[in-house]
């Protein structure tokens, strides 16, 4: 799909992956609209990035905010054409302290969050990009972020695994679902990248992680993750799948 002029939806957008994606986007020409919790960080990067960035605070476990959010992105900028799902939390917690069980509630903010939230996205999306014309070509692509946890998740990690497995899982059959109305669904699973979640690290920590990548040895730029969502846009082959991007990184 060609980015100049087209409309993407960035969720996750006030920082990391989701801000390098919606930079990146920007600057290729797309108008791109900015959602995240995070209003002043939102507002700050829409003034950054200029006219065409429309932010737009939502909680993206309250479905009502996530409709009216795509229905403001319709009305104001025309359609969606693109969707990148990089929200995410990721809070750790082994599932039994000592002899008292982990708290569900968490358990069920990290679902509520990483997979109901994208699910909820995506489904609003997919239907105002039904609505756009077909040119012969497509008529939307959605990208949602897994992680490699969703293969090699850490102690602590089991609640964000499994939103992140769940993610990978979601991409096939919502792909064969929209693949009649032009619309191509791809996942995207990163290893370690230089965000909020990896910047409170020891340094001890962050080597021992980085020794793991095959090449480079490094934390991954958020910028070369925004590079494979552009590519991801405009391949019009690539559907239906995940695609790792983490050096050869392997867990251990």
Known sequence: M???GRTAVVTGAASGLGRATATLLAGAGAHVALVDRDEESLV?????LGEGAMPLPTDLT???QVRRTVMSVTEVLGGVHVLVNAAGIAPAARIVHGDTPSDL???RRVIDVNLIGTFDMMRWCAVAMGRNDDDGAERGVIVNVSSGAAWQGQKGQAAYAASKAAVVGLTLPVARD????????VAIAPGLFETSMVAGMPDRVRESLEAMALHPSRMGDPEEFAMLVRHIVENPYLNATTVSIDAGIRMT
Not at 44 to 48: G, K, P, R, S
Not at 178 to 185: F, Y
């Open 2 to 4: 060609q980015i100049q």
């Open 105 to 107: 509630d968490d358990f």
């Open 178 to 185: 929209l693949a009649d109305q032009g619309i191509r669904v």
């Open 62 to 64: 309250d479905t009502e």
């Open 44 to 48: 700050e990067l829409a003034v950054n």
